[in-house]
């Protein structure tokens, strides 16, 4: 609101024009002080963005490993039981069941937990999406990424 106050109040005020346009300590200030709101702004959410990131002691972690057509998962805080996840076809389907979102072996994990998922790819680029948990991470071949949530409550999420 001030800047364009500020801009309004030069284009109809000649005299202010001149007088805030011609000189070098003006340009200075007009410079140096949005870099010192942006890092006033900066600062705080970076840290909220670290902190949100961070899982200090996870109840739980799941190893998520995205293929072509099917997902592969692996709890490795239990003698590391794997198994694949294959999405059910349109002729399986029964009376009740999603199209595109059912699948042979169901994911099951703890309420009123910590859940930490290692996220990556065997393949191409994929997307380990739960929207009603609020969650999304990208499974990029060769890397390993990181989220974790909370459940609070009991329920199927697809």
């Known amino acids: 609101v001030m800047v364009g106050y500020v801009m309004l109040s030069m284009c ?3 005299q202010l024009n001149r007088n ?3 000189g070098q300590k003006i340009e ?3 410079t140096v ?3 010192f709101v942006l890092i006033m702004i900066a600062m705080p959410s970076l840290r909220l ?3 949100m990131d ?3 002691e996870p109840s739980i972690t799941m190893k998520t490993v995205g293929h072509q057509w099917y997902w592969s998962y692996e709890y490795s805080d239990f003698n590391h039981i794997e198994f694949d996840s294959y999405m059910v076809p349109e002729s399986d389907l029964e009376k009740g069941m999603f199209r595109l979102l059912e699948v042979d072996n169901r994911v099951v994990l703890p309420m009123q937990a910590q859940v930490r998922i290692l996220v990556t790819a065997a393949d191409v680029l994929h997307s380990w ?3 009603s948990l609020g969650v999304k991470v990208d ?3 060769g890397r390993v990424n990181q989220t974790s949530f909370f459940m609070n409550r009991p329920g199927l999420f697809y």
Request: aromatic letters at 12%; a negative charge; glycine letters at 0%.
């Open 12 to 14: 109809w005020n000649k």
């Open 20 to 22: 805030l346009l011609d």
């Open 28 to 30: 200075t200030a007009w």
């Open 33 to 35: 002080l949005p870099v």
């Open 49 to 51: 963005l670290y902190l």
């Open 54 to 56: 961070e899982v200090s």
């Open 129 to 131: 999406t739960v929207p």
């Open 139 to 141: 499974a990029t071949p």
